[in-house]
């Protein structure tokens, strides 16, 4: 596997989320809007790359304990929305999986950690508090006259899934969505690689933790489908769901598509 070069080296996930194709011919913009993993270990070179790209905004979709174990590095200036997508739902699925190996290998382990992970992405629509999370996420950056990066803990779950829904509003075919949200595997490699040999030296079969850290087609068709069963269509959980305003998902379409 080839791993980009990264735009910022501390957050090997971030990326722009514009420059792909419409299904009407048009173009998203770039230089607009990124998604990213964790700004925590940001450093100053990447800092400045930051106010290079004039970012504005970010929206941090994290839990409160992983707000307060890796809190956002940021330039000064901007501005901080926190978004918390799960709350304590993480808690209550994976429990504390990395304190005993065996029960890690039975929540996490084949078949039952890709259901565990489809089940969070069911969630990701389905729970209220995700859905206030995403409303003030997507009314935000409609508003924002500056750039705006999304980014929750690895940038490929929280954030794959605002990405998802952020570029199917703009009309992108949902092959590019796939693709795009693919693309986390490659760019989290090395960064994934580390982890797993870290927790493979406390008594870990990484095996067993790799749905978790995985990006996988079932997960982001589950939460697809999860939206057609309860809204019929992106564009209605968006507007009935989240209760993002039309006039917000037109102001997103307007600075987000060229042409």
Known sequence: MTT????????????DAGGHATADGRKVRTGLVFRSDGLAE???ADTDT???????????LRSEHERENEPDRLPDGVELLVADVMGHGNNELFGDVFADPKRAGEILGGQAGIDLM???YRRFVATELAREAYRAVFTRMAEAERGVVFHCSQ??????????????????PRAAILEDYLDSAKHLHGKNSRILEVIAERGFDPEH???MFSVRQE???TAFRTVDEMYGSVERYVLDGMGVPQSAIDALRARLLEG
């Open 4 to 15: 980009p070069t990264p735009i910022l080296t501390t957050a090997p996930n971030f990326r």
């Open 209 to 211: 933790l790799r749905p």
């Open 118 to 120: 489809s089940e969070v």
């Open 42 to 44: 940001l450093d100053a």
């Open 219 to 221: 997960y982001l068709d």
């Open 155 to 172: 940038g490929k779950d929280r954030t794959g899934w605002t990405s998802a829904v952020l570029l199917t509003l703009l009309g992108v």
């Open 50 to 60: 930051l106010v290079r790209l004039g970012i504005g905004l970010v929206c941090d």
